[in-house]
Structures are given as structure tokens and as C-alpha cells.
């Protein structure tokens, strides 16, 4: 059953810079962007960003007590401080899985715990299934399975909650387009002609970012996009979801008992509409001995007061467990 608990933490902890960053070459195409913050000396921990495509940001270090863990941020493939932007080529799940044990290697980590919402809950599942024994806990928000039901109710679904927004997005192709959306929003994103990838990246994000926060936010960058971000968003969501997230049918049902004794927590906004709760819920289930704590005044964002608090109450939570009752010792090669 969700559980409603009272925040050890209701936000977020001060902003800090890194203490080392780079760049770290993954094959003969992609470079990522890592970095490394809070306690050199800590209980590692990644986070996991969103999209595909959406990239990292300096407010995700804050989600963990910089004194007790250390906290490992990076750009996915093609995205975010990662070159070469946008690039789609050897970018799938299981490349975004190797990378990251590439990272682990890299920064000489055993085991981390894995925090990843939405996309980023997808990922932290896939890399805990191929890696166990390298995973610690999860902690997962906004849970997304890359299910095909779940890829049509962002491009179809959602308009039955926000129809202005999909209205606009469907509206930016032409109407004998529209009843492929994502096969026509894919061919305007991989097209190199900036008149065409560039608009049809804005209405895109502009469609996600509406519909992902209970009340409505300001989010200009999608209106310029200097930076790149909401093509990298885009082109690679789109890559993603037209290829079904590389990942099997009926994934990971099958496999969760690879990693049902580690510690997990499952934060889900009851009215999150990118991801709504009845995957968590369908996850949480099938994971009886997660905690499921379900935020009733939230909607997708990991940034809203509910669903940050439940989040950093998650990462404060695992700190204590190390010593309350030694949940996590038994799986930490440093505390051995």
C-alpha cells in the first residue's frame, strides 16, 4: 500500500559546486559529461536524468546530503555537456547501460545507489537488472517502463487532460500528418534542415513541459533554445520511442527478482500525467517490499514541494537506515 510519511527533510539541501568533472569517451562517437559532488569519501550515489534526452542540471546534486554521500551527476548520450549533441547513432538503453558501468569503473566505485525519475527510473531499472551485484538500492520517481501503452498515451493519451496543449502539438503538422504523430514529429527532428528540426522541437517540448507539473510553469528556454536542450529532448525521445525504448516486450516482469532484496523507494505524483500512477502502482506490486509513497498534491515534476520532499526524505531515509538497523551494510564493500 502508498504510504504517506512525515518529510525527514521538506527540501532540498543548499546548492554546492562539484568537486571534480569531465569528460569521459565511451567509444569512437559518444563523450559523456560526468561529475562529482558532496563527500569524496561518501556513499556513492548516481542520479539519473530524465527525457531521454533532457540532460542534468546543478539543482539534481541537491536531493542528497552532500556530507553523507557522494553524488555522481551525467549527461546521457547526446545530451546535456555530452558530445556530439543530438547524435542518435550506437544510442540505445543498453549503450546508456554500458556507459554508465564505464563511469563506475572510471571514478573507481563498487557500488552506487541509483536515483532516477521518469526516463530515469526506466534506466535505473535497466542497469540494476544487468548489474546487481553494482547497485545498492533504487530510489524511483515518476515510474515510466517504456511499455508501447505508455508511449501512446504521451502522444494520444494525455489529451484527454490537457487538450489545448495536444491540440497545439498535433496542430504543428500538417493534417494529413497527424495520424502519425510520432512518425512525422521523428522525420522533422532527424531532418538536418534547422527550419524544420528546430520548430518542431519547440512544439514538443512545449507539449511535454505543459503537461508536466500540476500547475503551470514559465519555461522560455523552449522558446529560443540557444542551448540546444529541447532538440536534444525531442530527437531523442523521439529515437526512443519510435524504436519501443529498446527494450523487450513485457520488460522487466520478469526479471525483477534479480533485484527485489535491495532497498528500493517509489515516489509517484497522484496526478503526475506523463507517467501516470498506474505503472508505480503496477511496479509497486510486483515489488511488494519497495516503500510506495504516493504524493497526493503533485503532478510529474520532480521539482514540485511534495515530490522533492518525498525524494530527499528517500535519500535521508537510507542514510539513517546505515545506522538505524544496517539496511544497506550487507551491500556496501565499504562498510564491510
Not at 62 to 81: A, E, I, K, T, W
Not at 83 to 104: F, I, W, Y
Not at 218 to 224: G, H, K, L, M
Amino acid at each position: 500500500m502508498p504510504r504517506s510519511e512525515t518529510p525527514l527533510r521538506s527540501d532540498l539541501f543548499p546548492e554546492i559546486s562539484p568537486y571534480a568533472s569531465g569528460m569521459l569517451a565511451v567509444d569512437g562517437r559518444h563523450t559523456i559529461y560526468w561529475e562529482q559532488s558532496g563527500n569524496p569519501e561518501g556513499v556513492p550515489v548516481v542520479f539519473l536524468h530524465g527525457g531521454p534526452g533532457a540532460g542534468s542540471a546543478p539543482v539534481h546534486r541537491r536531493f542528497f546530503d552532500p556530507q553523507f554521500y557522494r553524488v555522481v551527476v551525467f549527461d546521457q548520450r547526446g545530451c546535456g555537456r555530452s558530445m556530439p549533441l543530438g547524435e542518435l547513432q550506437d544510442n540505445t538503453t543498453a549503450d546508456l547501460v554500458s556507459d554508465m558501468e564505464k563511469l563506475r569503473t572510471h571514478l573507481g566505485i563498487q557500488r552506487w545507489l541509483l536515483f532516477g525519475g521518469s526516463w530515469g527510473s526506466t534506466l535505473a531499472l535497466a542497469y540494476g537488472l544487468a548489474h546487481p551485484d553494482r547497485t545498492a538500492g533504487f530510489v524511483l520517481r515518476g515510474i515510466f517502463l517504456g511499455a508501447r501503452p505508455e508511449i501512446d498515451w504521451f502522444l494520444h493519451g494525455m489529451r484527454t487532460i490537457f487538450p489545448e496543449a495536444w491540440r497545439d502539438f498535433a496542430e504543428h503538422l500538417p493534417e494529413g500528418e497527424r495520424s502519425d504523430l510520432l512518425g512525422n514529429y521523428y522525420r522533422r527532428l532527424i531532418d538536418r534542415n534547422p527550419d524544420r528540426h528546430r520548430p518542431a522541437a519547440r512544439a514538443w517540448s512545449r507539449y511535454e513541459a505543459a503537461c508536466s507539473t500540476l500547475y503551470p510553469t514559465v519555461r522560455a528556454p523552449f522558446e529560443t533554445d540557444h542551448g540546444g536542450f529541447a532538440l536534444a529532448l525531442s530527437r531523442i525521445e523521439a529515437h526512443y520511442f519510435a524504436h519501443g525504448t529498446f527494450l523487450p516486450e513485457g520488460w522487466p516482469w520478469a526479471q525483477l527478482d534479480r533485484v527485489r532484496h535491495l532497498p528500493c523507494t517509489i515516489v509517484q505524483g497522484r496526478y503526475d500525467i506523463v507517467c501516470p500512477p498506474i505503472t508505480a502502482d503496477a511496479l509497486a506490486r510486483a515489488w511488494p517490499e519497495a516503500r510506495y509513497v504516493v504524493v497526493p498534491d503533485a503532478g510529474h515534476s520532480a521539482l514540485e514541494p511534495g515530490i522533492r520532499a518525498a525524494l530527499v526524505n528517500a535519500t535521508e531515509s537510507y542514510r539513517l537506515s546505515l545506522n538505524d538497523d544496517e539496511l544497506f551494510a550487507p551491500r556496501f564493500p565499504w562498510e564491510a
